[in-house]
C-alpha cells in the first residue's frame, strides 16, 4: 500500500471514530442523573478514549500525506480543512482533560464529523506545489493559522452550548430566530456534501471556455449544472445547461455554483428536518445540553479566545506578512483573504475589549464567540470559494 492510499485510510478511520465516539458522548449525557455521574461516566471514558484513538489515526494521516508530498498538507481546501477538523479535536482533547464535560465533546465532534465530510468533497490528490507555495512560511503560516482557528473553534461550541440551554427555544423571540439560524448554518454544510457527492456519483460534467482576469482564455469544467456562468464563457459541452448569468472575472462562478446548489440542497434537507420534528431543531438540540454547567461553558470558551487569539494573530497576520513580503516584495496587497483576516482578528480584539472592559459575560459573550467563528468560516470557505485573488489557489 502506498502512502497516499495508507493516509486515506487512516483519515476514513478517524471519521468513523469520531462518530462512534460522539455516540457514547450522547450516552453520557443522556444518562447522567447527578453532576458527578455526569463528568465521571463510563460512556464519557470510553467516548475520550476512541476519540484519542480517532485523532492519532488523523495525525497519522497528516504525517503520511505529508511524506507522500514532501511538503506540509495544508496547500489546498482539502488538506487545509482535514487539518483544521484534526487541531480541533486536539483543542478538545485537551480541554476534556481539563474540565471532564461529555456536553462538549458531543457538539465539537459532529463539527469536526461535518468538517472532514466537506474537505472529502474537494479534490484529494497529491500534486506538486505551485510556484508561489514552494516556501517554508506555507507550513509555519498556514499550521499556525489553521491552529488558531480551531482553538477559536472551541469557544464557538462553548458558546453554543450555553446559549442552547440559555435560550428560551418554546418561545418566539430574536434570540431563538438567530439560533436557529446558526442551526440551519450548519445543515448548509450537510447541503454542501450531500449535494457534491450527488452529481459526483451521477458523473455530472459540463466543459467551458472563458477569459480570466488576465484576459487569458481558460477552461473550466463544472461537476454541478452551471447556474453562473464565467467571465465571457464559452460552452464546450452539447447539452450542457445554460447559466442564469455571466459573472465578472473577479468572481469564481464555478465556486459560486457549488456554493448555490449548497444552499439550496441545505435548505431542502433543513425544511425536511423542520417538517419531521415539528418544532425548531433548536428546540430538538436544546435536551443535549441538560446537564451542561454555563459557568463552566463560559469559562472554557473565554480561555479558547485568550489562547486562540493570539495563535491566529501570529499566524493569519504576522507569519503572513512576512511571507507576503518574500513571495510580493510587499507587506500588505487587500487581498479579499487579508481583508478577511484583518476584519476577523478585529472582531476578537473587539471581544476581549468588551469583555474585559465592560464585563460582556454568559449571553453576550457567547453570541460574539460564535459569530467570531462564522467570520472565520467566511473567510476559511467563502472568500476561496468565492472571490478571486491571490489565494484563489486553496
Not at 511571507?323 to 476577523?344: C, M, N, Q, Y
Request: no cysteine; proline share 4%.
Amino acid at each position: 500500500m502506498d502512502l497516499v492510499s495508507l493516509s486515506s485510510n487512516l483519515l476514513l478511520v478517524s471519521f468513523f471514530a469520531y462518530i462512534i465516539a460522539t455516540l457514547f458522548f450522547g450516552g453520557a449525557v443522556r444518562g447522567a442523573k447527578s453532576q458527578a455521574s455526569y463528568r465521571n461516566s463510563r460512556s464519557g471514558t470510553i467516548g475520550i478514549i476512541i476519540t484519542i484513538i480517532g485523532f492519532l489515526t488523523h495525525v497519522g494521516f497528516f504525517i503520511t500525506r505529508w511524506m507522500a508530498s514532501g511538503y506540509a498538507p495544508v496547500s489546498n481546501m482539502f488538506e487545509a480543512v482535514t487539518a483544521l477538523g484534526m487541531m480541533l479535536i486536539a483543542a478538545f482533547i485537551l480541554l476534556y482533560f481539563i474540565y471532564k464535560t461529555p456536553s462538549l465533546g458531543l457538539f465539537a465532534l459532529p463539527i469536526a464529523i461535518i468538517i472532514i465530510g466537506y474537505a472529502t468533497m474537494f479534490p484529494t490528490e497529491v500534486t506538486p506545489l505551485i510556484p508561489a507555495l514552494k516556501s517554508k512560511w506555507l507550513a509555519v503560516h498556514v499550521i499556525t493559522t489553521i491552529l488558531g482557528e480551531a482553538i477559536l473553534a472551541i469557544s464557538a461550541v462553548a458558546g453554543f452550548i450555553l446559549l442552547l440551554k440559555k435560550v428560551n427555544v418554546k418561545k418566539a423571540s430574536r434570540e431563538r430566530f438567530w439560533l436557529e439560524v446558526i442551526v440551519y448554518t450548519i445543515v448548509l454544510f450537510l447541503g454542501f456534501i450531500i449535494a457534491t457527492s450527488g452529481f459526483r456519483i451521477a458523473g455530472y460534467e459540463a466543459e467551458f471556455n472563458f477569459m480570466n482576469k488576465n484576459e487569458q482564455l481558460e477552461r473550466s469544467v463544472y461537476h454541478m449544472p452551471p447556474l453562473f456562468g464565467m467571465n465571457e464563457y464559452e460552452a464546450l459541452t452539447e447539452d450542457a445547461m445554460t447559466p442564469w448569468a455571466e459573472m465578472p472575472a473577479i468572481i469564481d462562478a464555478k465556486k459560486l455554483t457549488t456554493t448555490t446548489w449548497s444552499f439550496f440542497v441545505g435548505t431542502a434537507i433543513y425544511l425536511l428536518l423542520r417538517l419531521i420534528f415539528r418544532r425548531p431543531l433548536a428546540a430538538v438540540l436544546q435536551p443535549l445540553t441538560k446537564n451542561a454547567n454555563l459557568q463552566l461553558m463560559d469559562e472554557i470558551g473565554y480561555r479558547a479566545v485568550l489562547i486562540g487569539f493570539p495563535v491566529f494573530s501570529l499566524g493569519a497576520l504576522i507569519f503572513a506578512m512576512i511571507w507576503a513580503h518574500e513571495a510580493w516584495s510587499r507587506f500588505w496587497g487587500w487581498d479579499p483573504k487579508e481583508v478577511w483576516a484583518l476584519i476577523t482578528w478585529l472582531f476578537y480584539a473587539a471581544f476581549l475589549h468588551l469583555r474585559l472592559t465592560r464585563g460582556w459575560e454568559g449571553k453576550k459573550s457567547a453570541w460574539l464567540m460564535v459569530i467570531g467563528f462564522i467570520l472565520i468560516m467566511f473567510n476559511f470557505i467563502a472568500v476561496n470559494m468565492i472571490l478571486a485573488g491571490l489565494h484563489s489557489y486553496a
